[in-house]
């Protein structure tokens, strides 16, 4: 497998190319708007061609680089099938696994911080059959889980936050390791490390989020610690889902 991050620190974000040299196709996910090119020559130079391009879900403090990347190299371009956007896309249903050689990844629905948000479980067929990391977007960071209140009703979404962190994140292997869509200096969540990646098994030990066992206290807690809400968010959203 190749996995390169591209992280952007004076934004707090990140973004992941994944896939499989030898039979050459990989995937892009959380594109940024300002570095197709950069994603396409480093494809090339690793002799993959890009057939997926994935947000995983609409973002909310930057423009995303998704639907432009999946027309400059005629990728799908990827959401989970609730997204509620203007353009055309490849709907994503939970359970779903995405080959890309001998990468495979498998599609987690895990609303929350939005309802469209998801999680990618990544294999590499060649190590094994256990999963070797989770993409975990706005869901799950380091140190932080993600703000519940950008479709406006935060306390409710607190609620789903819980039941996904519980039912579908908790459950896989400590092992596992986690690559967020952002590490500190973004706005989604309230408390991220400036690490910008971990182990599962660390979050649950560290996380102060993972260690409420309560949902209603859990609720409280992640509303009462919602940061502002990024600038331009209302543009920014518009702006995405209009592709």
Known sequence: MIFNPYYYFETGCAAYLLGCGT???????DAHERDLDAYIAFANEKGMRITHVIDTHVHADHRSGGPALARK???AYCLHESADVALQFTPLRDGEEIELGNTRVRVLHTPGHTPESLCLVVTDRRRGTDPWFVLTGDTLFVGAVGRPDLAGREREMAGILFDTLRNRILPLPDTLEIFPAHQAGSVCGAGLSGKPSSTLGFA???NPALSINDREKFIEYVVREIPLRPANMDQIVAA???G
């Open 73 to 75: 190299t005629g990728a």
């Open 23 to 29: 039979l050459g196709k990989c995937a892009v996910v």
């Open 240 to 242: 995405n889902i209009a």
């Open 204 to 206: 649950t030990r560290w």
